[in-house]
């Protein structure tokens, strides 16, 4: 991190990784576009830990500033430099262990959906995987696709927290 061009193209590339992030979690709070899902409160659990926005955004932003801001050359020539270095760099890797982990479990237990009159998530331990087999998303009749939805968003989720 301590050599400047090579800092701040690393920078430059956690900056959109972030925004992405951040992006598909505040689009996951609002299925179909609408708002009376998070106001009811049907919303999947996963959605509401946050992964892409405090895992994959803040937690990655902190040290794409970090890096951004000091990555000239010989900054890290002290003690103190290269322990902030460090402990920016874990942070980071902390935040996209986290989203990524919450991308995954979103994927794995599936959207929470209304199936006839009842509230649930169906899909969690569908055998074979609702992932493999879309004739289970047929189960989910409101909201509208909200299978193809999760399934759409969480998986951006994993590929800016697999790369940051």
Request: net charge neutral; glycine share 12%; proline share 5%.
């Amino acid at each position: 991190m301590c050599t400047g061009k090579c800092s701040r193209c690393i920078a430059v590339t956690l900056y959109p990784l972030a925004l992405i992030s951040i992006i598909c979690n505040i689009v996951l709070f609002f299925p179909g576009g609408d708002v009376k899902y998070a106001q009811d409160g049907h919303i999947t659990e996963e959605v509401k830990y946050m992964g892409g926005l405090i895992g994959g955004g803040i937690m990655v932003l902190l040290p794409a500033l970090y890096i951004h801001l000091t990555g000239t050359k010989g900054c890290c020539g002290n003690r103190c430099g290269m322990f902030l270095s460090i402990a920016f760099a874990a942070v980071g890797v902390a935040g996209a262990l986290y989203s990524f982990t919450v991308a995954v479990l979103g994927l794995q237990n599936g959207p929470l959906c209304k199936v006839v009159l009842i509230w649930g998530t169906p899909l969690k331990d569908s055998d074979p995987s609702y992932l493999t087999d879309s004739t289970w998303w047929g189960m989910c009749t409101e909201p509208k696709n909200i299978v193809q939805f999760n399934i759409g968003l969480f998986a951006t989720l994993l590929a800016p927290a697999a790369c940051s």
